[in-house]
């Protein structure tokens, strides 16, 4: 079964909590191992990076243990994706993190945890990336890498719109101009599909 998480903030609101431990069993949190993948982040022009290590608070509040927390950069060594029972893709700038994932062909990679039932969960740009385009975090996160192909993974059918609570132009704006289903990702909330 394919367990996937989309947030925007990581998961932060109890309730939502509390769904997410229909995914984990919360008693079994604090064994599970998780790949902490903070890629996107290096793609960030902000000095101010505050916010990562408010994320990883959310990671140690769901109660996975530090020492079961190993955090990853993709391209940076090989690694054993079925040694972790979870995947945490922090946000960052989107464009940066496609363009690592594709030039290191982590697409497979990802891919082929979520088939076997490696719970992935996604942060912002995290999310973004499983969605048919990338493309809609323009004009947000800014494409320094000079990216052209725009298609994001294709693990979930739509377009991914994290912040959603801060975009309502934008998203109206979308909606006029596409007819693919949109995943609406609010700062405190997020969804959770599993197949």
């Known amino acids: 079964m394919k367990n996937i998480v ?3 903030c990581g998961i932060i609101n109890e309730k939502f909590k509390e769904q997410f431990y229909g995914v984990i069993n919360k008693e079994e ?3 599970k191992k998780i790949l902490y ?3 996107a982040s290096d ?3 902000d000095s101010d990076k505050s916010w990562m290590a408010d994320e990883y608070k959310t990671i140690l509040d769901l109660g996975f243990s ?4 190993h955090e990853y950069k993709i391209g940076q060594k090989e690694i054993n994706i079925n040694d972790f029972d979870v995947i945490y893709m922090m946000g ?3 464009f940066y993190l496609m363009d690592m994932i594709r030039k290191h062909n982590f697409d497979k990679v990802i891919k082929k ?3 076997k039932g490696t719970i992935y969960i ?3 740009a995290g999310s973004i990336i499983l969605g048919n385009s990338v493309e809609y975090a323009l004009p947000f996160d800014e494409n320094n890498v000079d990216l052209k192909d725009f298609s994001g993974l294709r693990i979930i059918d739509g377009i991914i719109i994290p912040h959603a609570n801060r975009k309502e132009e934008f998203i109206r704006k979308v909606k006029e101009n596409i007819d693919e289903e949109l995943y609406l990702l609010y700062d405190e909330n997020g969804i959770i599909i599993q197949k």
Not at 66 to 69: A, C, F, M, R, S
């Open 122 to 124: 996604g942060s912002s």
């Open 92 to 94: 960052g700038n989107t």
């Open 43 to 45: 793609g960030e022009n």
């Open 113 to 115: 945890a979520i088939d």
């Open 6 to 8: 989309l947030t925007s």
């Open 66 to 69: 530090k020492e079961n927390i």
């Open 37 to 39: 993948i903070t890629t």
């Open 29 to 31: 949190v604090k064994n």
